[in-house]
């Protein structure tokens, strides 16, 4: 059996947790710069407030019915979500993180509704625990989860046809909108009639990847860990336009050192740097370069990603008015798979530099986003380059903002 712990609303939770006042009110998160809403809780839902809306169209409606807005704190939700996967690996054999707020997981001893109590009541988190014979048959357990009191559910195999029948098709990870619109159309309504089509039409229609789904639906494990044709990306929309060219290579490295650490964090490295600006969709002159530059060998050293970016930068740079910015790292493999040049090796070299990203990526999460960065980034966070008037401390990470219990 395969698990996966599921924070329930997660960003809204995160709110919540250090507000009991909160409690029972509707609780929806924004996106960067305010725009749209990225999370909301069950009670926002009731009230008809649903993820994806554009906050300045239903804010009116949210505020009269009692619905509490927050801008978007990642380095609070980053900081819940290392508590509660910590939690996870204690109750469970091994975590294998999939998102910020969900991980699968091989069960130990504790069984999924002993799971999902523990990590809820010690983390402040409601999770849901779902158990399933694959990956994806495990994500259909969750979902039957979240809809039980206890928030736990292991789907057995002699009840997964009358489960995955009651599924609709486009709740099934793996199967995005376009392709459940399209299945849709061909008279393909729940998981399981996805799963008994033929595997030639499978393949033709929807490729690989379908094909992999639907094994999975017939429990068999057809996800490989593999990253070769993974990719990582860090952007942003601004809250205020970028004119100055020196601003927006800022800008770069910020994304750079997220993707950096990122990498370092998984033992991952980059063979190559990809960077896209763009000015106003809405405007005439409307400009969105993407430019990718090939490392001379995939590292996830900062300096050189930061190099790599100003490149890019300098090779599609006009005047303008920037909107936003993005660094994509691609052609992803593993740390001490690289095969070194036989005319120039490196290797001390690369020693140091892998321990200095180490160094940086530790000192970064004890003390604080940017606190050692590169000289050109000048501290800059991807929360100075957005509007966040609704945003609340950093309860978890600051001195300055720790949550003052009064008599």
């Known amino acids: ?34 725009g749209c809403v990225v999370t909301a809780n069950r009670e926002a839902k009731e009230r008809g407030i649903k993820r994806g809306d554009n906050w300045f169209e239903v804010k009116e409606q949210a ?39 969900e991980a699968f997981f091989t069960p130990g001893t504790a069984g999924p509704a002993e799971v999902r109590y523990e990590v809820s009541r010690e983390s402040g988190i409601p999770v849901s625990v779902g158990l399933g014979r694959t990956m994806t048959l495990a994500k259909v357990a969750n979902h039957v989860a979240k809809k039980r009191p206890d928030g736990a559910f292991t789907l057995e195999e002699w009840e997964e046809d009358e489960v995955l029948k009651e599924t609709p098709v486009e709740e099934v990870w793996g199967i995005g909108w376009r392709s459940a619109q399209k299945l849709r159309r061909k008279g393909v309504y729940t998981a399981a009639a996805f799963r008994d089509l033929d595997d030639d039409r499978i393949l033709k229609e929807f490729t690989v990847t379908g094909l992999r789904t639907a094994l999975e639906l017939r429990g068999k494990n057809a996800h490989t860990e593999s990253v070769r044709n993974a990719s990582f990306a860090s952007g942003i929309t601004f809250g205020k336009p970028i004119i100055n060219r020196d601003d927006l290579l800022r800008t770069l490295i910020c994304h750079c050192q997220t993707l950096s650490e990122k990498l370092e964090a998984k033992g991952l490295e980059a063979g190559r740097i990809a960077v896209s600006v763009f000015t106003s969709r809405f405007r005439p002159d409307f400009y969105s370069p993407f430019v990718s530059v090939r490392l001379r060998h995939p590292t ?60 940086v990526a530790e000192t970064n999460r004890k003390y604080g986003k940017c606190a050692l960065t590169t000289l050109r980034n000048n501290s800059l966070t991807k929360a100075e380059m957005t509007k966040a008037e609704l945003k609340s401390p950093a309860y978890t990470t600051r001195f300055s903002e720790l949550p003052v219990i009064r008599d």
């Open 1 to 34: 059996m395969i698990g996966l712990c599921d924070c329930n609303s997660f960003y809204a939770s995160c709110e919540a947790l250090f507000r009991p006042d909160l409690r029972g009110r509707g609780i929806v998160v924004l996106s960067n710069n305010d």
């Open 63 to 101: 505020e009269r019915k009692g619905v509490i807005a927050f801008s978007s704190n990642y380095t609070l939700y980053a900081s819940l979500s290392d508590r509660v996967m910590a939690l996870l690996s204690e109750k469970t054999a091994e975590v294998m993180p999939y998102s910020i707020d």
């Open 300 to 359: 996830n050293y900062l300096p050189i990603f930061a190099k790599a970016a100003e490149a890019a930068l300098s090779s599609c740079w006009r005047e303008g008015t920037y909107k936003g910015s993005r660094v994509f790292a691609l052609d992803i493999s593993r740390k001490g798979e690289r095969q070194y040049d036989l005319f120039y090796d490196d290797r001390k070299e690369d020693e140091k530099r892998q321990k200095l990203s180490a160094v």
